[in-house]
C-alpha cells in the first residue's frame, strides 16, 4: 500500500457517487440525502481522512484527503514531509516512509496546509463548512498543524465540526447495533456488505467515512444536525 495506492485508489473513491457497482444502491441514495440537508442549510459537508507520523498529538501529517459527499471528484490530496525532528512511528500502518515522500517531492508541512486551506476556501465559497472526521484526533492534528506552522485556517476557523466516532459510539447503543467493533471499516461492511479494502489509504478512508457516516444518521433516526457539530477551535 503506501503511496503505490494512490492513483489506484482516488480514481476508485471518486466513482463511487455516481455508482460503484460492488456498493448496495442504497448506500449511494443515503449519501445523496444527507448531502441535501447540509444544503437545506446553505451547507457543505467535506469528509476528511489523514495518515500520519505518529498517534501521539505531535504527530505529523502524512497524507491528507478531503472531499465533498457529493462531487466526489473534487478531492484534495496532499502529502507532506513529517516536521523537523518528528519521528516516523506509524509507518507500520500505512506504509508511508520519509524516503518516498522525498521521492515524490511532497512539500512541507505548511505548504500542504495552506494547499488545503486554498482548496477548501474554493470548494465551500460563502457556505457554512461542515466537516466530517472519524474521532477528535483528525481535528487535533489539523488544529495543532496549522497553529504550528502558521498557516490561516480560512473557513476552517468558523467551520462546524462532526465526530463520526462520537456519533458512532450514541448510535449503535440506540439501535441495539452491535458495539463489540467501532473500527470505520467494521461499520462500513454492516452499511454496505462489503469490506473496506486498502484501508489505511486516506482516499478510500475518506471515501468509506461518507458512506459510514449516512448510514450512522439513517440508523440513528436522522437527528438534527446541529446536535451532531462540536467545537473543535
Given at each position: 500500500?503506501?503511496?503505490?495506492?494512490?492513483?489506484?485508489?482516488?480514481?476508485a473513491?471518486?466513482?463511487?457517487?455516481?455508482?460503484?457497482?460492488?456498493?448496495?444502491?442504497?448506500?449511494?441514495?443515503?449519501?445523496?440525502?444527507?448531502?441535501?440537508?447540509?444544503?437545506?442549510?446553505?451547507?457543505?459537508?467535506?469528509?476528511?481522512?489523514?495518515?500520519?507520523?505518529g498517534?501521539?498529538?505531535?504527530?505529523?501529517?502524512?497524507?491528507?484527503?478531503?472531499?465533498?459527499?457529493?462531487?466526489?471528484?473534487?478531492?484534495?490530496?496532499?502529502?507532506?514531509?513529517?516536521?523537523?525532528?518528528?519521528?516516523m512511528?506509524?509507518?507500520?500502518?500505512?506504509?508511508?516512509?520519509?524516503?518516498?515522500?522525498?521521492r515524490?517531492?511532497?512539500?512541507?508541512?505548511?505548504?500542504?496546509?495552506?494547499?488545503?486551506?486554498?482548496?477548501?476556501?474554493?470548494?465551500?465559497?460563502?457556505?457554512?463548512?461542515?466537516?466530517?472526521?472519524?474521532?477528535?484526533?483528525?481535528?487535533?492534528?489539523?488544529?495543532?498543524g496549522?497553529k504550528?506552522?502558521?498557516?490561516?485556517?480560512?473557513?476552517?476557523?468558523?467551520?462546524?465540526?462532526?465526530?463520526?466516532?462520537?456519533?458512532?459510539?450514541?448510535?449503535?447503543?440506540?439501535?441495539?447495533?452491535?458495539?463489540?467493533?467501532?473500527?470505520?471499516?467494521?461499520?462500513?461492511?454492516?452499511?454496505?456488505?462489503?469490506?473496506?479494502?486498502?484501508?489505511?489509504?486516506?482516499?478510500?478512508?475518506?471515501?468509506?467515512?461518507?458512506?459510514?457516516?449516512?448510514?450512522?444518521?439513517?440508523?440513528?433516526?436522522?437527528?438534527?444536525?446541529?446536535?451532531?457539530?462540536?467545537?473543535?477551535?
Amino acid at each position: 500500500r503506501g503511496l503505490d495506492c494512490f492513483v489506484r485508489d482516488v480514481a476508485a473513491a471518486a466513482s463511487a457517487r455516481t455508482g460503484r457497482r460492488d456498493l448496495a444502491a442504497d448506500a449511494d441514495m443515503r449519501v445523496v440525502r444527507v448531502a441535501a440537508e447540509f444544503a437545506a442549510l446553505d451547507g457543505c459537508c467535506i469528509v476528511a481522512d489523514g495518515e500520519t507520523s505518529g498517534l501521539s498529538l505531535r504527530a505529523s501529517i502524512l497524507e491528507l484527503v478531503m472531499a465533498p459527499l457529493v462531487g466526489r471528484g473534487n478531492y484534495f490530496v496532499g502529502y507532506a514531509l513529517p516536521g523537523p525532528g518528528v519521528p516516523m512511528r506509524a509507518d507500520h500502518i500505512h506504509n508511508l516512509r520519509t524516503a518516498d515522500l522525498e521521492r515524490i517531492g511532497a512539500p512541507s508541512q505548511g505548504v500542504m496546509l495552506s494547499n488545503m486551506v486554498a482548496y477548501l476556501g474554493h470548494t465551500v465559497g460563502n457556505q457554512t463548512l461542515f466537516l466530517v472526521a472519524y474521532g477528535k484526533m483528525d481535528y487535533e492534528w489539523l488544529r495543532r498543524g496549522l497553529k504550528k506552522h502558521g498557516v490561516d485556517p480560512g473557513v476552517l476557523l468558523h467551520a462546524d465540526a462532526i465526530d463520526a466516532l462520537e456519533l458512532a459510539r450514541n448510535t449503535v447503543r440506540r439501535a441495539d447495533l452491535d458495539q463489540s467493533n467501532l473500527e470505520q471499516a467494521s461499520l462500513y461492511q454492516q452499511a454496505t456488505g462489503n469490506l473496506l479494502e486498502n484501508a489505511h489509504c486516506a482516499a478510500p478512508d475518506a471515501d468509506a467515512l461518507a458512506t459510514v457516516f449516512a448510514w450512522l444518521r439513517e440508523q440513528g433516526g436522522a437527528p438534527p444536525l446541529a446536535t451532531l457539530i462540536q467545537t473543535h477551535g
